[in-house]
Every structure is written in C-alpha cells, then in structure tokens.
C-alpha cells in the first residue's frame, strides 16, 4: 500500500483504494466545483482524471475557485488543474481538456469513463452532458451551487432527474457564490463517486440539497 | 390550511414555512402568485412529497415545498 493512502484506510478498505486507483472518472467543468473536485479525486486516489474547461481565469472566479490565484488570470483553467494535478498527485494520470462540453464532443469526452462528475455552470451543458451519460451508460454525478446552497445526486443512465430538476422555462437568475459552498458540494459529490466506483451501497436518483445558511440537508425524490 | 415550505433563497423575505388558508387558493399557481413567486423561478414543486406543476390543484393539509434552481458551478 502507497504510504500517501495510508489514512484512507479505516474509512476504505485497502481493496477499496486499490479499485480506485484503476477508475477513469471525467470532469465537466474546472471553475468553483471542478477546482475542488478535481483536489479531492486527486488526494482520494482515483487512477485517471480527465478534466474539461474551455474557459480561462478571471478576477471574479478568486473568492472561490481554488485553482484560480492572481497568477492564473487570463490562464487556461484545465491547463491550471493539470498543473496542480502534478503537484499534489504526480501518480494520477491527468488529461487536461482546454474545450467546453458541447453537443458535438460530449460523448467522445466522457467515451471509456467509469463515472462523470458535473461541475458546469449552465442548465444547457447540463442536459446535454445527461444526455451523453445515458448513451454511453455512464453514471453521473450531479452538482451545483447558488449562494449559501448546495446540490447533488447520482444520475444513472436512463434517470431524467436533471430535467425534473430543471424543467424547461426555468432560469438561473443568481451567481452568487461564497468560498465555503463550492468545497461542501464537491465533498458531497466525491463522497457519491467513492461509494459509486467502490461498489458500495447507494441510493441513485435522489437530490442531496444542502442549505449552509439554515444548515439544513434536504434529500428529494 | 395549507402549508407551504421555501427553500434556498426563496426563503429570502419569506422565511422558511407559513400556512395560508385553504379556501383562498385552489392551485399551487395562486400560491406562487400571492408570494410574488415567478414560476421561472421554481425549478422543483412538490405537493405532499410529490413532484407537481402550478396548474396542479391543492387542497386543505396539504404541504407545499418549493425550491428555486440552482445551477452554478
């Protein structure tokens, strides 16, 4: 067992870290969820991660996106994530993705991934990924954050969750977010994923919404 | 009566439940109204634990959850 994963163990199984370390998962997004997500699969000890954004730093993303610093400004974001990939866990294979999930690429993206972990910004991209999920009989992770509040849940292939949860006409008017909201949905998130690639028991379909300010865990569904 | 529960930042200015009496609404779209809630802005409507729609009728006992988008990343 590799020193580094040697605290996971009592709350892992050694078998369990190993099943880790040969799973694939993607990322869709590298902004405030896909920052900490990306942290924690790295410190976690998942085998491959690959990780899109087409998007580059700029001043608003710094009071949360944790791969943002007045030095990434004007930077790729999946170039930023692939360079703290090697720093914290040089033992992950890191596929930087500098594109945005689109129609066109999204089932090529996500093609030989054991599960796909959501941190987009828009409902569009989400459907679209969901979609791309479902074809390919891939798992998704679901999460998203708007202020004090947080969301996630496991989509399994075929679940319209995301288009119950984001019916058509809906809008998201706010963009406000706090340093502290993207790290608790992304741990959520992670915590979904380890269960999931480690085969452990798991209720899917079910939306996991946390309100920070009210500290108060809703599950839907 | 009925009770409606807010969510996230719909409780904003609301708080987080409140009952209204049952003889003056008929759908959950008139308790969107009379809390000057726009329907866009209710991405998941449950009546009873049930995932419902505005046009949806309620009735006294009823419980109404009511939870705004969010969708950030």
Known sequence: MDERYIRNLGALTERECIVLR???VFVAGCGGLGG??????LR????????????????????????SSPLTLGRSKAEAAA??????????????????????NAAELIRGCDAVLDALDNIQARRILARACTQADIPMIHGAICAWNAQAAVIMPGDDLIDRIYPEG???NSKASLSFTPPFCAAMQVALCTRLLTGRPLETGRLYVADLLDMELTSLF | ??????????????????????????????????FEIPAEEVAILLINGFHSKPEDAVKDGDVISLFPPVGGG
Request: hydrophobic share 45%; aromatic share 6%.
């Open chain 1, 36 to 41: 900490y997500l990306i942290e924690m699969l």
């Open chain 1, 83 to 104: 360079i703290r990939a090697a720093t914290v866990n040089p033992d992950v294979h890191f596929v930087p993705i500098p594109q945005f999930v689109t129609e066109e």
């Open chain 1, 170 to 172: 809906v809008s998201l």
């Open chain 1, 44 to 67: 976690l000890g998942v085998g491959t991660i690959c990780a899109a954004d087409g998007d580059v730093f700029e001043t608003s993303n710094l009071n949360r996106q944790l791969l």
């Open chain 1, 22 to 24: 040969t799973k694939t």
């Open chain 2, 1 to 34: 009566m009925i009770e409606v529960r807010f969510f996230a930042t719909l409780r904003t200015d609301r708080g987080k439940i409140t009952q209204v009496p049952a003889e003056e609404v008929s759908t959950a779209g008139d308790l969107l109204r009379r």
